[in-house]
């Protein structure tokens, strides 16, 4: 039935993303090129995209001339630089302003999205732009030799509407994908018959990494299965030692956001490469997180954006053994902004990160966790599991290195995957 998938998708392709063929060759193309070559392009194509926005978009002209930056008399890299970051608030604020106008023929899409913050933001994304994202997309899996019709199995999407959820079956039923909503063991453990045609395992990686607890005991043939991609959430490091065990490979990453099309993709040799095609991407100076320009959003800008993230980026001089020659970000840690409260000082919520993983790799212990705050000075940690008297301890002890002025409680036996969606590590209840 492969090839009724294949026609099935070079169909719908062919009227929903005209360009998503001739994108992906060219993405093809210029994944061989060196790194002089990839980075001249990119100016190139940066300097064209900010002139875009200059003529077309009130905001920017606006937002640019507040430093005296016309990209089209005095370009430059460190004049742009010198522009001040673009935030969430702002993209939800000047809405309007932003969006550049789009003729009667251009095919646009109307997308919505929150995000960790909960902000709602809504944009119109032009078909170039979205079929751009998803020949990202294509490209990174093809390193795999997976394609877009290939079947998978997909952990996103909850959706407790019937009538919705039935037409995502049927449009997945078309795309040759089996989408599972929500995490429940016994759901988890019902499609073990469909595992040994798998291609493809994506979705939220926790939702993955519960697949393979469950399924570690069963002997289940993987033999068809190409590759195993994490989305959205971050992939603990204990995630990766039962992915090896059960399907015999490492859960990969991809990175991305909906308003800033796919930033990263991992390739075979573990290297997390930045399609350098389609964005440009700084550190910010005053947060440290990252700053994204998205050079394919032309119906809705996204210019030296704050993402929100904190993310590592490898030395200009690194190069993949796998032949790419995109630069590499060696690690995105976690949110900026988020925090925790102690009584007298605050504390990033990505120290909860560095808690867990310290205990993971110095004593080999996973702990599955998600932190809630009520109250400042308070933190609740929920472990999945069972505490022994030395876990907790060893938890405390390890927070102690971190947490100065809050008193921590450890619940244990608590199933917070069970709730649907975004798996968070921390949530605060306390109000902004």
């Known amino acids: 039935m492969s090839w009724l998938h294949k026609k099935i998708f070079w169909w719908g392709a062919n009227r929903r993303n005209p360009s998503l063929y001739k994108q992906f060759l060219e ?9 002089e070559e990839l980075l001249k392009m990119q100016e190139e194509r940066l300097k064209t995209f900010v002139e875009f926005a200059y003529k077309n978009s009130s905001f920017y002209k606006a937002h640019f001339e507040k430093t005296n930056f016309n990209p089209i008399e005095n370009w430059s890299l460190e004049n742009f630089k010198k522009t001040k970051p673009v935030s969430k608030a702002d993209l939800i604020n000047f809405n309007q302003e932003i969006h550049t106008p789009v003729s009667k023929n251009e095919k646009t899409f109307f997308v ?25 997309i ?8 997976v394609n877009p019709w290939d079947f998978s199995l997909y952990f996103w999407g909850y959706n407790s509407d019937f009538l919705k959820k039935t037409k995502l079956r049927f449009l997945d039923f078309l795309v040759n994908r089996f989408r599972v909503f929500d995490y429940n063991p016994k759901t988890m453990a019902s499609i073990g018959s469909k595992l040994n045609r798998v291609k493809a395992i994506e979705g939220y990686s926790s939702m993955i990494y519960e697949l393979a607890q469950i399924n570690e005991n069963n002997n289940l043939d993987f033999s068809s299965l190409k590759m195993v991609k994490g989305t959205s959430e971050k992939i603990m490091p204990h995630y990766q030692d039962v992915a090896q065990r059960v399907f015999g490979q490492r859960i990969i990453s991809e990175y991305g956001a909906t308003e800033c099309s796919i930033i990263a993709f ?15 991407t700084e550190t910010d100076p005053e947060t440290g997180g990252i700053l994204v320009t998205n050079m394919v959003s032309r119906s809705f800008p996204i210019i030296r954006y704050q993402l929100g993230d904190e993310v590592k980026f490898k030395d200009s001089n690194f190069r993949c053994t796998c032949g790419l020659e995109h630069p590499v970000i060696e690690e995105v840690t976690g949110r900026i902004g988020s ?3 102690g009584l007298d000082r605050s504390y990033p919520s990505l120290t909860l990160y560095y808690i867990f993983k310290n205990i993971y790799f110095n004593k080999r212990i996973k702990i599955d966790f998600q932190a809630h ?9 929920w472990i999945k599991d069972k505490l022994s008297p ?8 390890e927070a102690s290195n971190y947490f100065m002025d809050l008193e921590l409680e450890l619940i244990e036996n608590n199933n917070f ?7 968070r590590d921390f949530i605060s209840h306390i109000p902004s």
């Open 138 to 145: 294509w490209r990174g899996t093809s390193w795999y030799g």
């Open 339 to 341: 925090k925790i409260y």
């Open 390 to 397: 030395e876990l907790n301890k060893l938890i405390l002890t």
């Open 112 to 136: 919505e999205t929150s995000g960790t913050s909960g902000e709602i933001l809504t944009f119109h994304r032009d078909e170039l732009w979205d079929s751009f994202n998803r020949a990202a």
């Open 266 to 280: 991992e390739c075979p040799k573990g290297n997390m490469h930045i399609t350098t095609e389609g964005l440009y």
């Open 373 to 381: 705050q009520f109250e400042k000075g308070k933190l609740q940690i």
């Open 27 to 35: 993405l093809k193309k210029t994944e061989r090129l060196s790194r």
């Open 417 to 423: 995957r069970e709730n649907q969606g975004k798996l």
